[in-house]
């Protein structure tokens, strides 16, 4: 069975560019979630789908930060304009369903840094 | 405020000694708690969860257990390997309507051989 993919792997732009990653999670699960993880630290939620619906973004910083998951399949998650402070992991997961009894299957993220 | 806090310092065993990691908590009263794997480039990889009526899980060389009163779990790896090497990260639910898991900051397991 394919895991969570992501790309790209590597991402470095200058900021106040734009930027944006690609997951397309494992085929059935329902729930996609995006983490950014900070050096040191661990996933922190950015986004949570329920199929196409966002159903938490909370913690996503509305003014740069968007996210779509068009039929309820891949998603992808933009920057615009990168921040220096944005240098993080961005990882993306998946889950057959949203509840926290359900492991969620995390892709090998996006290292993203801004110069 | 709420808080999650797993050993900052680097863990060093010996191959063949139990390694002991803790998860403590406060301000949550967590339903389920998850402990995860992550490698150096990689993303975090599931390995045990936890309900709160359980005072403790295995899985093979692991052993998970969840104390609500005391707000800690502890994991527990025994005879291990230094394969076993990585970071691991504690996550519990924040409770609520929000249905999201909330992540430690990881402890880094380096075993000897």
């Known amino acids: 069975e394919a895991g969570v993919v992501q790309s790209p792997r590597y991402k470095i732009i200058e900021k106040k560019q734009p930027v944006a990653f690609w997951c397309n999670p494992i085929?059935?699960?329902?729930?996609l979630y995006w983490y950014r993880q900070n050096l040191g630290q661990g996933p922190e939620l950015l986004i949570r789908y329920e199929n196409e619906e966002a159903v938490d973004d909370s913690q996503l910083p509305k003014d740069r930060f968007s996210a779509e998951r068009l039929k309820g399949v891949d998603s992808t998650l933009k920057i615009q304009p990168a921040e220096l402070g944005d240098s993080a992991v961005y990882l993306c997961?998946?889950?057959?369903?949203?509840?926290?009894?359900?492991?969620?299957?995390f892709g090998p993220g996006t290292r993203l840094t801004v110069l | 405020s709420q808080k999650i806090e797993q050993n900052s310092e680097a863990l060093n065993i010996q191959e063949g000694k139990t390694a002991t990691l803790t998860c403590n908590y406060t301000n949550y009263s967590p339903a389920y708690l998850q402990w995860y794997r992550q490698d150096p480039g990689r993303g975090p990889v599931f390995l045990l969860l936890i309900r709160e009526n359980e005072k403790e899980k295995r899985k093979e060389r692991l052993k998970v257990t969840f104390d609500t009163t005391l707000k800690q779990s502890l994991f527990h790896i025994t005879a291990s390997q230094p394969a076993d090497s990585a970071t691991y990260l504690c996550?519990?639910?924040?409770?609520?309507?929000?249905?999201?898991?909330?992540f430690g900051t990881g402890t880094l397991l380096a075993v000897q051989p």
């Open positions: 997961a998946s889950s057959p369903g949203g509840t926290p009894d359900n492991e969620q299957f």
């Open positions: 085929s059935g699960h329902n729930t």
């Open positions: 996550a519990l639910d924040h409770g609520g309507a929000t249905n999201k898991l909330i």
